[in-house]
């Protein structure tokens, strides 16, 4: 078994690049990459504090990433006490993973698609 390197995370480091190059006024997402899916670009946006808004950022990010809005996956979870959005896209050869967690108590909206 050979160990795993930085390189092998090259395709969604280099995106994740080009998209802070092509939107630098994007909100700020948690990001992850991992080794277990080495094309994949996971951007995600979570109700943490009153100035969060995440289904904001979440439309934000859609829009740039060119994802139709009837190709978001919205739902409920947590008891109906958390919406969920999920979206995918390629960019630069990744995959892109979208996501949102709000609280259902918030007063933003994102469009009709929950």
Do not use: K, N
């Amino acid at each position: 078994m050979t160990m795993s390197t930085l390189a092998d995370l090259s395709t969604p480091l280099r995106a994740l690049r080009m998209l802070s190059a092509d939107h630098p006024d994007l909100p700020v997402p948690t990001v992850r990459v991992s080794p277990f899916y080495p094309d994949r670009l996971c951007l995600a946006f979570h109700s943490i504090s009153d100035t969060t808004l995440p289904l904001a950022a979440f439309e934000a990010w859609r829009t740039a990433l060119g994802v139709p809005e009837d190709a978001v996956d919205g739902r409920l979870q947590s008891g109906g006490r958390t919406w969920a959005l999920e979206a995918w896209s390629e960019y630069a050869g990744a995959t892109v993973e979208l996501t949102a967690y709000a609280d259902t108590d918030r007063t933003e909206g994102r469009g009709g698609v929950l």
